[in-house]
């Protein structure tokens, strides 16, 4: 997915909880594949297995950012 935040964003905090798939993280907060749900692990496209749970690095430390990986554009949500 090609989704970001824009250059327009100032920093409220307002899209976090509107995310169904917990994509969004405030800047500088590691994020996981799970977001605190009782996800255990995921197989990425490669077959790797990892843990839901192991923080990954913030993609912004600065700004709101969508982990793109996570993020299937609300499809099947509304
Ligand atoms: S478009 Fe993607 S990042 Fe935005 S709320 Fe939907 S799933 Fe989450």
Redesign the pocket.
Known sequence: ?A?MITDECINCGA?EP????T??YEGGVEWTWGGGTNLKEVTLEDGTVVSATEKQAPVSDEFYY?VTAK????NGFH
Do not use: F, L, Y
């Open positions: 997915m989704i899209c509107e995310c169904p798939n994509a969004i969508i993020c299937t554009e609300c």
